[in-house]
C-alpha cells in the first residue's frame, strides 16, 4: 500500500511526463550557500560566541545557538517574513546545509522552538546587546578590508507601522500612522551600523547620541577622519556643537526662514528672458548665527530656477567643512542613499515585520533583519562582480538566492545539483574564488 502511495504520478496529455514530491530534497533557496561560506570568512561562529550567551538546559538545548540564530537571520535574508514558513523550511536542504552537522539529517528548527528562541533567548538583556555589538564586529571584519582615510557616516529616521496592540507604538503626526520609529545608522558602504527601535512619537533626533558618538568615537581611534550627513530633523545645535568638539566634519540640512531668504535675495529673483529647458542654479556661501546658536557658522544654499515654476527651490546647509559651495551641495546631495538603504532593508528583509506584541521581542525582531540585511549588503559589497555589484537586495533574492536545487546525499558527502539561470556556473565560481582572497577568520 506504502509503495503505491508513493508512487510517481502520470498524465495523459504526455505518457512519458512522471511527476513526484520529494520536498526534502529540492530547495528554492541554494543561493544561501554562497552567503554562508561568506559568514564563515569573516567568523561569524566566533562572533555569536564571544557576544551571546546560551542559557539553555536540557531538552531545549538539542539545536545550537548558532544554529537557530542563523535559520532567523537567513530566512529573513531569503524574504520569508516571519515564523510562518519555518515549518517547511525546516526541511529545506539549504536550511539544514547551512547549519551544523548536528541538523543535516534531523531538520531545522520548528516555528515554536524558533519563537521561543526569538522571545526569550534572544531578548535577555545580555543577548540584545549582544545583538547590536556582534552587528558592528561583523562589519568591523568587512572594513579591515579597506584602506579609506575618511569615514562618512549618515543617519536617519524611519516608520515602521504596526497593526495591532504592540507596546510602546504610538501615533506619528508626522507620518500620520501608528508606528514604531526607529533611529538608524549607515556607513558610506551601505553597512546599518547601529540602529535603535524606538516609540512612534519620539522627535527624529532622539536618542543620537548614543549610535553617533560612540560610532565617532571607534572610528577615530582607527585614524579615520569622520565626515557626518543628516536631514533638517537633526538641525540641532548641540548635534553640531559635539562633532565640532569632536573635530567631525558634517553637512546637515537646516529649514528656511525669513533670516535665510534675506541672505540669498538677490538670488531670489527670476532671470531676465526666455527660460530655457535646463534649470538655472545658483550657490551661494554665507556665515549665519541663529537665536538659539553659540556662534555663527557657515550656511551654503542652493537656489533653482525651473521654467514653469513661479517660485524657485531653495535648499540650506549648515557645515564646517571647507569645500567648495557646490562640493558642499553635492556631498549632502549622497544622503539620498540611506533612505535607499532602509527602502532595502524594509522590502528585502522584511524590516517592518515587527509583530510581537512586547517591545523588546520587536527589538530582536529589528535587529534579526538588521544582520540580514547587512550580511546580504556585505554580499554586494565583497563578493558580487562589478558586473551586477549594484544590484539591489530585492534583485539579489529574486536572480541569485531563489536558486532551485536538488540535493544527493552518499555515504561520505552531499551533492547539490543547481539549475542554472540567474546564478550560473561561472558566476558561482567566480564568487566562490573572491570570497577565497579574504582572510580566514583568527582561530
Known amino acids: 500500500m506504502g509503495e503505491k502511495q508513493n508512487r510517481p504520478f502520470h498524465f495523459s496529455f504526455n505518457s512519458s511526463l512522471k511527476v513526484d514530491f520529494q520536498g526534502s530534497r529540492i530547495t528554492s533557496d541554494a543561493g544561501l550557500l554562497l552567503v554562508r561560506e561568506l559568514d564563515e570568512r569573516l567568523g561569524l561562529d566566533q562572533l555569536i560566541s ?67 528562541f526569538e522571545t526569550q533567548v534572544l531578548t535577555q538583556a545580555a ?16 572594513e579591515g578590508q579597506e584602506r579609506n582615510s575618511r569615514a562618512v557616516v ?95 566634519k558634517y553637512a546637515i540640512r537646516i529649514p528656511a526662514n525669513d533670516c535665510l531668504l534675506r541672505d540669498i535675495a538677490e538670488l531670489l529673483i527670476r532671470p531676465v528672458g526666455r527660460p530655457g529647458h535646463k534649470p538655472v542654479v545658483w550657490y551661494k556661501g554665507f556665515l549665519y548665527r541663529a537665536a538659539s546658536w553659540t556662534t555663527a557658522r557657515r550656511v551654503v544654499a542652493k537656489v533653482e530656477h525651473h521654467a514653469g515654476e513661479l517660485f524657485p527651490r531653495l535648499g540650506f546647509i549648515v557645515t564646517n567643512t571647507q569645500l567648495a559651495n557646490r562640493k558642499v551641495v553635492h556631498f549632502y546631495n549622497q544622503r539620498g542613499k540611506a533612505e535607499q538603504w532602509i527602502k532595502e ?57 531563489k536558486t532551485g536545487g536538488r540535493l544527493v546525499k552518499h555515504a561520505r558527502y552531499y551533492w547539490l545539483l ?26
Not at 549582544?130 to 571584519?141: S, Y
Not at 539561470?421 to 582572510?439: D, Y
Request: with cysteine.
Open 418 to 443: 543547481l539549475a542554472e539561470s540567474h546564478l550560473t556556473r561561472r558566476l558561482f565560481g567566480s564568487m566562490l574564488r573572491r570570497m577565497e582572497g579574504l582572510p580566514l577568520p583568527a582561530g
Open 154 to 248: 549618515d543617519m536617519d529616521s524611519t516608520e515602521i507601522p504596526v497593526y495591532g496592540e504592540q507596546e510602546q507604538s504610538a501615533y506619528n503626526t508626522h507620518y500620520a500612522s501608528t508606528c514604531y520609529h526607529p533611529l538608524l545608522l549607515f556607513n558610506s558602504g551601505g553597512d546599518c551600523v547601529a540602529a535603535r527601535l524606538r516609540p512612534g512619537n519620539v522627535h527624529s533626533a532622539d536618542d543620537w547620541k548614543q549610535l553617533l558618538l560612540p560610532e565617532i568615537e571607534r572610528l577615530q581611534k582607527l585614524g579615520k577622519e569622520v565626515w557626518f550627513r543628516a536631514d533638517a530633523a537633526f538641525a540641532k545645535p548641540d548635534i553640531y556643537e559635539a562633532l565640532e568638539e569632536r573635530g567631525a
Open 345 to 401: 532593508g524594509k522590502q528585502a528583509v522584511k524590516m517592518t515585520r515587527l509583530s510581537c506584541h512586547w517591545f523588546r521581542g520587536n527589538e530582536v525582531r529589528l535587529w534579526l533583519s538588521i544582520l540580514a540585511y547587512n550580511l546580504g549588503n556585505l554580499w554586494r559589497r565583497l563578493v558580487l562582480p562589478k558586473g551586477i555589484g549594484t544590484w539591489s537586495l530585492t534583485s539579489l533574492q529574486q536572480r541569485l538566492v
Open 127 to 142: 543577548n540584545l546587546s549582544g545583538l547590536a555589538a556582534m552587528n558592528r564586529e561583523l562589519i568591523a571584519k568587512a
Open 50 to 116: 564571544d557576544n551571546l550567551t546560551d542559557n539553555r538546559r536540557g531538552k531545549n538545548t538539542q539545536l545550537p545557538l548558532p544554529d537557530l540564530l542563523r535559520q532567523s537571520i537567513y530566512s529573513r535574508l531569503a524574504g520569508y517574513e516571519d515564523l510562518n514558513d519555518a515549518e517547511r523550511l525546516s526541511n529545506d536542504p539549504t536550511f539544514r546545509l547551512i547549519g551544523s552537522e548536528k541538523i543535516r539529517d534531523r531538520g531545522a528548527a520548528l516555528p515554536s522552538r524558533l519563537h521561543w
